[in-house]
C-alpha cells in the first residue's frame, strides 16, 4: 500500500523561506495535501494538488510536484513565528472514497 | 466559516466500557470520514461513509467499531468495549460531494484506563 514519508523536523529563521519535503510510493496517487497542526487544535487543510500539475500558488504558500520522483514540497515565503506547527503531507487515490494517507508530518520551529 | 465540530473534546473511559464520540460535519458535505492518530504515530485511515452506508473501512475498523448517521447532521464513531489500544486522538473529517478537499473536526482525546 501507499507509504508516505517525511523528514521530522525543520528550524528556520524568520523571514527565510522554508521548505518541506514529502516523499511518497504510490504512483496511483491522485491528489496530493498538506495540512497544519498547531499545539492542541486539529488538522487545517491548507492545500491541495491534482497530480497533473506541477505548481500550485497560493499567498504565501508554494506546492511543487515531482510525480516522477514521487517528491511533493511545501514552500512558506517570509515564514513567521505563526507558522510555528506540524506540517502533515497526505495521498489519496481519489475515487469515491478518497481514503487520505498521512505522512509522519514535520515540526516546523521559527526562531525570531 | 463553516467547520466541522467534534464533542467531547476529551473522553476518558474505563477499559471494557462503551464509548460514542460525536461529530457535525460540514453542512451539505457529502463523505464523511473518521481517522485515528495514536501518541507518537501517524494519523490513520478507520472508516469512510457515504449515501447512508460504509464505502470502505480499513483492517483497525473491526466489530468493535460502528457508525452511524442517525440524522441529517451528525456522525457517530461507537468502540462497544474499548481496549487500552484504543487510546488515540480520533479525527473526523468531511468532504464535498464534487471536490476532494477534506476538511478536519479539531478531534477527540480518548484515553483508556
Known amino acids: 500500500g501507499e507509504d508516505v514519508e517525511q523528514s521530522l523536523f525543520l528550524s528556520v529563521r524568520e523571514g527565510d523561506s522554508s521548505v518541506i519535503n514529502c516523499t511518497y510510493t504510490?504512483?496511483?496517487?491522485?491528489?496530493l495535501y498538506w495540512y497544519k497542526q498547531e499545539p492542541g487544535a486539529g488538522l487545517q487543510l491548507l492545500t491541495y494538488?491534482?497530480?497533473?500539475?506541477d505548481m500550485k500558488q497560493d499567498q504565501r504558500l508554494t506546492v511543487l510536484l515531482n510525480k516522477k520522483d514521487k517528491h511533493l514540497s511545501l514552500r512558506i515565503a517570509d515564514t513567521q513565528t505563526g507558522d510555528s506547527a506540524i506540517y502533515f503531507c497526505?495521498?489519496?487515490?481519489?475515487?469515491?472514497?478518497?481514503?487520505?494517507?498521512f505522512g509522519t508530518g514535520t515540526l516546523l520551529a521559527v526562531q525570531p | 466559516e463553516p467547520e466541522v465540530t467534534q464533542t467531547p473534546s476529551h473522553q476518558v473511559t474505563q477499559m471494557g466500557q462503551e464509548v460514542i464520540l460525536r461529530c457535525v460535519p460540514i453542512s451539505n458535505h457529502l463523505y464523511f470520514y473518521w481517522y485515528r492518530q495514536i501518541l507518537g504515530q501517524k494519523v490513520e485511515f478507520l472508516v469512510s461513509?457515504?449515501?447512508?452506508?460504509?464505502?470502505?473501512k480499513s483492517e483497525i475498523f473491526d466489530d468493535q467499531f460502528s457508525v452511524e448517521r442517525p440524522d441529517g447532521s451528525n456522525f457517530t464513531l461507537k468502540i462497544r468495549s474499548t481496549k487500552l489500544e484504543d487510546s488515540a486522538m480520533y479525527f473526523c473529517a468531511s468532504r464535498p460531494g464534487i471536490t476532494y478537499e477534506q476538511y478536519f473536526g479539531p478531534g477527540t482525546r480518548l484515553t483508556v484506563t
Open positions: 504510490d504512483s496511483s496517487s491522485t491528489y
Open positions: 497526505a495521498a489519496s487515490e481519489g475515487g469515491a472514497t478518497n481514503k487520505l494517507i
Open positions: 494538488i491534482f497530480s497533473n500539475m
Open positions: 461513509f457515504y449515501n447512508n452506508e460504509i464505502s470502505e
